[in-house]
């Protein structure tokens, strides 16, 4: 600890390093809000109008704005946590999972860590079955307008999955979240452009239609027992369209100061939540009043293949663009954690620390890392292959999004916090917080069910 302390004496009087003795961070309130909408706005999106159509009108934009609330909440905990014990002044956690173990001790690090890769792992692979699925539908698009309308414009995944698959070994060469505003900036300007045009084409078919589709109650189901196993699966997807609490942290450790990095990252959380949920709600009640109770698990793509052929071409590429980023944005706090760990564990090797640095003509010098090339590659393959052996989209999302939920975003920043503020047993906050969790815990598990249930459907059929 003495040796700690005194690094982060001498490195804060130099302008290159910050308290800590790391390298002067330099994210700000625009890189902050660009990871949250790279990290937000992605495969569920486009899946609310699906998850719409199930619940109706009421309880479909209801959820939405349920979902947003307790997700700005969560990030509201959560940015205090990054400090300890003073969320301004104090230590830095420079993970979610270094902030549970400071706050609630080793045993529920061990769950908390498992649960956030697992769930960080899924979503990497949730993004290639989405690409793929995107990617497939601009060639089928092509394929009927040159065709005509009753050609037989079938492709397959695999192909298409591998291709991303390279893209991200390439892209995963990039350190760590702190050199990638870049790519974040671009995946977000991506994901707010086929946002605009899923909104636009859903009101455009609903003016077309001449009138508003869909019901209070959503799509009928033959029985109960459809019924609830397809809400449950709605809320579950629903549940994914706001998941990054589980790297909230991460973002916020790229921040500068002043000011406080937690002022910055609820300012950066409110506007990022605001953007966010107009979209969903848009693309989802627009979505539902286009296409009623046919509305297609992925909206875009449900957008029929035909005219304007370009325009669904051109919302499919800015889906894949934005998939390229939110896959490393969702990978890095992984890298990271390997990285630290293996630095660690293996302090003396030169295959773990040693970097090198590679020129190529016309770009600037890149450093590479044995370890880091070995791993990643690994990590991409991995993901990929479980892609191409699961590719199911709404059932996906519905497991991750329930798995993550609760105990991500609710219960873990909900502990932190009361041992933080030092909440008493039975006071008013405490039993508010305690029931707002409970309630989270049942949509968790609701979404569980559903989603499982949907994937074993599939797999029957």
């Known amino acids: 600890m003495a040796v700690q302390n005194s690094l982060q004496i001498t490195s804060s009087g130099s302008r290159s390093y910050d308290d ?207 019924k609830l196993w397809l809400v449950f699966q709605a809320l579950g997807d629903i549940a994914f369209a706001y998941p990054y609490s589980i790297i909230l942290l991460e973002i916020q450790d790229t921040l500068k100061s002043p000011p406080p990095e937690n002022k910055t990252m609820k300012k950066a959380s409110m506007i990022a939540i605001f953007v966010t949920t107009f979209f969903y709600l848009c693309c989802g009640c627009f979505g539902y009043a286009a296409f009623g109770n046919q509305t297609p698990g992925n909206l875009l793509t449900g957008f029929g293949f035909y005219e304007p052929y370009w325009l669904i071409d051109f919302a499919n590429a800015c889906i894949v663009l934005h998939l390229v980023g939110g896959y490393q944005i969702y990978s890095q706090p992984i890298y990271s954690a390997a990285d630290r760990w293996c630095s660690r564990k293996y302090p003396n090797s030169g295959f773990v620390n040693n970097h090198y640095k590679l020129k190529l003509p016309l770009l600037p010098a890149f450093p590479l890392n044995p370890f880091r090339i070995c791993f990643r590659t690994s990590y991409v393959i991995s993901t990929t292959g479980l892609a191409i052996l699961f590719p199911y989209f709404n059932q996906v999302l519905g497991v991750l999004g329930a798995i993550s939920f609760w105990p991500l975003a609710i219960y873990f920043p909900v502990e932190m916090y009361f041992v933080q503020k030092k909440i008493e047993a039975w006071s008013t906050k405490w039993i508010v917080l305690r029931i707002f969790s409970f309630v989270c815990f049942l949509v968790s598990v609701m979404g569980l069910v559903g989603s499982i249930e949907g994937i074993i459907s599939q797999k029957l059929s």
Request: hydrophobic residues 45%; contains cysteine.
């Open 20 to 226: 800590d003795g790391r390298a002067k961070r330099s994210g700000t309130l625009t890189s902050a809000v660009a990871h949250i909408i790279t990290a937000v706005i992605g495969a569920g999106v486009l899946s609310l109008a699906w998850s719409t159509s199930q619940l109706g009108w009421i309880a479909g934009p209801l959820s939405l704005m349920f979902c947003a609330i307790v997700t700005y909440v969560s990030s509201y905990l959560l940015s205090d946590c990054y400090r300890t014990p003073d969320p301004v002044t104090g230590i830095r956690n420079y993970s979610y999972t270094d902030a549970v173990r400071i706050y609630l001790g080793n045993k529920r690090t061990w769950l908390a860590a498992f649960l956030q890769y697992l769930t960080l792992y899924g979503t990497s692979t949730a993004y290639v079955i989405t690409t793929a699925t995107c990617l497939r539908a601009i060639l089928k698009s092509n394929c009927y307008h040159k065709e005509g309308h009753q050609a037989p414009c079938e492709y397959g995944y695999t192909g298409y999955m591998m291709l991303f698959g390279l893209v991200q070994v390439i892209m995963s060469f990039i350190p760590d979240l702190h050199n990638m505003a870049w790519v974040s900036v671009v995946a977000a300007i991506m994901s707010l452009t086929y946002s605009f045009i899923g909104l636009g084409l859903g009101l455009a078919t609903v003016i077309e239609n001449g009138r508003i589709m869909g019901s209070v109650t959503g799509v009928p189901a033959a029985n109960i027992a459809d």
